[in-house]
């Protein structure tokens, strides 16, 4: 069929039970699945999807263990490495919300039960009278526990796997099957074939961001305009929002399961390809070339305490919620030390973005026409360039996005020894700053430094950065605003690095944010532009001091 077209279906669903034996194609039955697919050795699911896609009036249907051989390790790597192209051209994929043989797997009622029953037919002069079942009392009924289940996404096993999270964002149209009603889910609607809209979209015609909306909240918003990527300065409002939105992303793939550790990376390449396709990105270990340094600014901290009470039953309400340094899954598979992908899986901790909404609403009020709050970049790094193993310098192969192994990547970046005393250091900067403007006299000023090992520690630990590391800058800004006490604000965020067995390169340790509050100066809505020009030209740090400027290769 090569160089043909045609529309096909694509199956997703789960394995269950791992001791029953499942039909797999295998180099030893290749030849013998050429000629014929035993009917009676497929498993329900396998046996439903062909008759749906038969009665859909399609030909072929996708099935994974059944078109990629699943002990050849070639096949399987070069197919895997596809399956955004499988499943984006797939016409609709037919996803099992739970795996075969389990008790939760219920046989679909009939929907036409609750087709409305003609009584006597509606004519010219008189109308008609039909009795129909009132499916409003249904949303009632199924928010029991018996039902719960079915309108739930976070309840169905399919959505805790990995593999299925870049088999169900990549097909434009899914239909869920599995569980008593038929569900439609596509880039704008959530559907149930008698409920109705799940998830209504917005009156502007966009999709819903919520957690049981359309597929399009995983997609950052701008990720289509023209230009995306090419001309964002790092603190747009469209780049912190893509940050946000691509770490809730990685989040929810990071929050599912998988069999084998070793799939992590190539489990993702799927999404990776179509984001990259999507915004003209180039992909680096589950960070952009193009946002490289936003996409550095990552930690790892505790999970929201809900989150933990709403993941564990056990923990009692209103209770203390502990917090063990707890691995559920370990890396296995290469990444940069400034990768997420390079961060174990816990159970009670999480990667967040270093810049959250309070970024994002400061940022909103800057550019209102008449703004009581002033935003300015002060200092951001840039990339400049990466290699994978065995490239050219800033050469993307085919398969970097699933082999980061000895991937490098190059920047220009001011950094201050950990044993330095920055505290010393900056309080020289303020006092000179009282010294020499007269305006500034009465000033003052609050530190708040926080620091992110990338291994976290237990709860009754205290991180600091090792001794023998660099705090390098990635970010600082300057806010300055009307209201609250500290009217000018300066916020810096970076990474905690070491040297790395490779002499010239170093590994990131962890992360780091200081904010540094200033009172004493005065700032209205006259003359807020005036003095946050004047803040803008101090600087509190000085390369030639404490401060030197590194070419810094991580690795």
């Known amino acids: 069929m090569t160089n043909k077209t045609f529309e096909y279906l694509a199956l997703s669903h789960m394995w269950g039970e791992q001791s029953v034996e499942h039909l797999k194609l295998g180099?030893?039955?290749?030849?013998?699945?050429?000629?014929?697919?035993?009917?009676?050795?497929?498993?329900?699911?396998?046996?439903?999807?062909?008759?749906?896609?038969?009665?859909?009036?399609?030909r072929y249907l996708w099935i994974d263990s059944l078109c990629i051989i699943q002990n050849d390790d070639d096949d399987w790597s070069r197919e895997a490495s596809l399956m955004a192209t499988v499943y984006g051209n797939a016409t609709c994929n037919l996803a099992f919300i739970f795996p075969s043989l389990t008790p939760s797997t219920t046989f679909r009622s009939d929907p036409r039960i609750y087709n409305p029953c003609v009584l006597r037919a509606a004519t010219s002069s008189s109308p008609g009278i039909y009795i129909q079942r009132d499916t409003r009392d249904l949303r009632v009924m199924y928010q029991s526990i018996e039902y719960y289940g079915w309108l739930a996404q976070h309840n169905w096993p399919l959505f805790s796997r990995a593999w299925t999270f870049q088999e169900y964002l990549l097909c434009p149209r899914t239909l869920l099957l599995g569980h008593r009603n038929l569900m439609w889910q596509c880039s704008a609607f959530f559907y149930d074939e008698l409920l109705g809209p799940i998830a209504e979209s917005l009156p502007n015609g966009a999709a819903k961001k919520g957690r049981d909306g359309a597929k399009s909240r995983y997609f950052p918003m701008n990720i289509l305009k023209p230009g995306f990527a090419a001309y964002a300065d790092m603190s747009d409002l469209m780049s912190l929002s893509f940050m946000i939105d691509w770490q809730a992303l990685l989040n929810e793939y990071r929050s599912r399961e998988l069999t084998e550790a070793?799939?992590?990376?190539?489990?993702?390449?799927?999404?990776?390809?179509?984001?990259?396709?999507?915004?003209?990105?180039?992909?680096?270990?589950?960070?952009w070339a193009d946002f490289f340094p936003l996409c550095l600014l990552w930690y790892v901290d505790?999970?929201?305490?809900?989150?933990?009470?709403?993941?564990?039953?056990?923990?009692?309400?209103?209770?203390?919620?502990?917090?063990?340094?707890?691995?559920?899954?370990?890396?296995?598979?290469?990444?940069?030390?400034?990768?997420?992908?390079?961060?174990?899986?816990?159970t009670h901790h999480q990667t967040y973005f270093i810049f959250n909404n309070d970024e994002i609403f400061v940022r909103q009020k800057s550019l209102y026409e008449q703004p009581r709050v002033c935003w300015d970049d002060l200092?951001?790094?840039?990339?400049?360039?990466?290699?994978?193993?065995?490239?050219?310098?800033?050469?993307?192969?085919?398969?970097?996005?699933?082999?980061?192994s000895n991937l490098s990547a190059t920047l220009d970046l001011p950094v201050l020894p950990v044993k330095v005393s920055w505290p010393a250091h900056l309080e020289q900067h303020f006092e000179h700053i009282r010294a020499t403007d007269p305006l500034e006299a009465a000033l003052a000023w609050k530190p708040d430094f926080t620091y992110y090992p990338d291994s976290p520690l237990a709860a009754d630990k205290i991180a600091t950065p090792p001794r023998r590391g660099v705090l390098a800058?990635?970010?600082?800004?300057?806010?300055?605003?009307?209201?609250?006490?500290?009217?000018?604000?300066?916020?810096?965020?970076?990474?905690?690095?070491?040297?790395?067995?490779?002499?010239?390169?170093?590994?990131?340790?962890?992360?780091?944010?200081?904010?540094?509050?200033?009172?004493?100066?005065?700032?209205t809505p006259e003359n807020i532009q005036d003095t946050?020009?004047?803040?803008?030209?101090?600087?509190?740090?000085?390369?030639?001091?404490?401060?030197?400027?590194?070419?810094?290769?991580?690795?």
């Open 379 to 404: 200092y951001w790094a840039e990339l400049d360039s990466f290699q994978f193993s065995g490239q050219p310098v800033n050469h993307f192969p085919d398969s970097g996005f699933f082999d980061f």
């Open 262 to 287: 070793k799939d992590r990376v190539v489990a993702f390449a799927g999404i990776a390809r179509a984001f990259t396709n999507l915004g003209s990105l180039t992909y680096l270990a589950g960070t």
């Open 532 to 555: 946050a020009a004047r803040w803008k030209k101090y600087r509190i740090w000085t390369i030639g001091e404490a401060w030197q400027m590194e070419t810094v290769t991580l690795v």
């Open 302 to 346: 505790r999970k929201r305490e809900v989150t933990i009470r709403y993941a564990g039953p056990e923990v009692i309400r209103g209770g203390f919620v502990e917090y063990p340094v707890k691995v559920c899954e370990e890396v296995v598979r290469q990444a940069p030390s400034w990768s997420q992908f390079n961060v174990p899986i816990y």
């Open 473 to 523: 800058l990635i970010a600082e800004f300057q806010v300055c605003r009307v209201a609250g006490k500290y009217l000018v604000q300066r916020r810096l965020a970076g990474l905690v690095l070491v040297r790395a067995e490779k002499v010239g390169t170093w590994r990131r340790v962890g992360a780091w944010k200081l904010t540094i509050k200033i009172s004493g100066v005065e700032a």
């Open 27 to 58: 180099i030893e039955n290749l030849e013998d699945f050429q000629e014929d697919i035993p009917w009676h050795r497929l498993s329900s699911i396998y046996k439903e999807a062909i008759h749906v896609t038969a009665e859909l009036g399609y």
